[in-house]
């Protein structure tokens, strides 16, 4: 699993986000590090996550 935040500098460059989104966004992606994937028309490559938030 990837966390990533665009920071002030690019979220500014962001269409889809206010200038201060930075603030509120979180960007969390399934990743493969371990292995390379490769895809094909016939085989593609999948991956999958499942998020669960719990209210404290």
């Keep these: 699993v990837v966390a990533w935040n665009?920071?002030?500098?690019?979220?500014?460059?962001?269409g889809d986000m206010p200038d201060d989104g930075y603030k509120t966004?979180?960007?969390v992606e399934t990743c493969?590090?371990?292995q390379p994937q490769k895809a094909s028309e016939e085989t593609p490559s999948r991956?999958?996550?499942?998020i669960s938030l719990k209210k404290r």
């Design 6 to 14: 665009p920071g002030p500098a690019l979220s500014v460059s962001m």
């Design 47 to 50: 991956l999958a996550q499942t």
């Design 32 to 34: 493969c590090v371990t």
């Design 25 to 27: 966004f979180v960007c």
